[in-house]
């Protein structure tokens, strides 16, 4: 009789305590304790805990074991529905920031969600995943695609390669204009502070390398392509002056810096000291074309009337003591400063022209004196024939 009551009283207390816990609602089943749930654990620390434990000592778990803690089965079945619009139907989790059921506050929310993305074979052949975000008091939108192929979308649900950027609809915001910049992707310094020790005047570097093989190799990562952005001046930290760089690596070499675009907006080729130029290049440069536009007058003045050329006596005294054309820079300037292409050019067209004069004036020098040349020879004919004359009488 006591095992009896025993019994009964064991009965109603869980009876009452499983009550306590689970209810029903029409289909619906919830819980109704207060505290966490743990599954796999009696000392869940979040509102949901699931754990397996042992998985190092059991022999079925391996380095490519995937323990499924949590599955989230497709509502889905059969094929294409007639709703499929050709985006995917989603399933997963959704994350909601406001504590209540309004269906509109649904769609306010951070969601994970699988994703079919092939509705012509079924909801289960191309499965790929979706994460949502909301902006304030709007419905969720995709930011970001893990597609079954794993490439990677960020504002695009349909990336062609392994990563893919999108900001859509740039005309249509009112923010972007003809000087807007959109940072699609930002790639930090991970330096800090300023000038470390190490510190050797070239800029520390950082940005996107690209392996030319497939491994780890810290001997092939030095093998490389790279482009980078490269601090310039160490004595004020990383952040003040910021160049890009441009790696690549001869064959089974370590990669180098190439070509370099300055903080000021100059480009180095082969040099990273453009020495304040636009445009410094180390070694040969080969064009079909070169056009230079100077901000100085092109030297036709020197065909003016009124212009007055150096004389030719005057010309030579310089040369004899400066051992170079009036204009032109000296050899030892040449060697210290290299050559300056359009003063040069200018100098050289200059020159000629009064040189041009010159000729042009010596020219006409001697037709004069040719022609008074000429009325003297035949003068002297005319006294020679009379001359002539009289010594035949």
């Known amino acids: 009789m006591r095992i009896s009551h025993l019994l009964a009283l064991c009965l109603s207390f869980c009876t009452s305590f499983v009550n306590a816990q689970w209810l029903s609602n029409g289909d619906l089943i919830y819980n109704s304790n207060s505290g966490n749930v743990g599954i796999g654990t009696n000392h869940p620390v979040g509102r949901f805990q699931v754990l397996k434990k042992n998985v190092w000592g059991d022999p079925s778990s391996t380095s490519t074991t995937i323990d499924n803690m949590l599955i989230l089965q497709a509502p889905y079945q059969g094929t294409v529905p007639a709703s499929y619009n050709g985006t995917g139907y989603k399933w997963g989790l959704q994350f909601w920031g406001k504590n209540d059921s309004d269906v509109s506050d649904q769609y306010k929310s951070g969601a994970v969600y699988a994703v ?26 995709e930011q970001l695609r893990i597609t079954s192929k794993g490439n990677v979308g960020i504002g695009t649900d349909h990336p062609t390669g392994r990563l893919q950027v999108l900001k859509s609809n740039v005309w249509g915001d009112p923010s972007s204009t003809s000087t807007s910049i959109d940072n699609l992707i930002i790639l930090q310094t991970p330096y800090q502070g300023t000038t470390p020790v190490s510190y050797n005047g070239t800029g520390y570097k950082w940005g996107i390398q690209f392996w030319g093989k497939n491994d780890a190799s810290q001997s092939d990562q030095e093998k490389s392509g790279g482009i980078y952005a490269v601090s310039e001046d160490g004595n004020y930290g990383f952040n003040r002056a910021v160049g890009l760089v441009f790696h690549t690596t001869a064959l089974d070499a370590t990669s180098a810096e190439r070509f370099r675009i300055t903080s000021a907006g100059n480009v180095g080729i082969g040099t990273a000291d453009t020495k304040g130029y636009k445009l410094a290049v180390a070694g040969n440069a080969v064009a079909e074309s070169i056009t230079v536009k100077t901000q100085n ?97």
């Open 116 to 141: 079919s993305e092939d509705g012509e074979y079924g909801f289960n052949r191309a499965i790929g995943l979706a994460f949502h975000t909301s902006p304030y008091d709007a419905a969720s939108l």
């Open 297 to 393: 007058t092109w030297p036709d003045y020197v065909f003016d009337k009124d212009y007055k050329a150096l004389s030719l006596t005057d010309l030579s005294t310089y040369i004899a003591k400066n051992k170079h054309l009036p204009g032109m820079p000296s050899s030892q300037e040449i060697e210290k400063n290299g050559q300056n292409l359009g003063h040069i050019n200018l100098t050289l067209v200059k020159n000629l022209e009064e040189l041009t004069l010159h000729l042009i004036e010596e020219n006409k020098s001697l037709r004069a004196q040719q022609d008074r040349m000429a009325i003297q020879d035949d003068k002297i004919e005319k006294l020679q024939a009379a001359l002539e004359k009289l010594l035949a009488r």
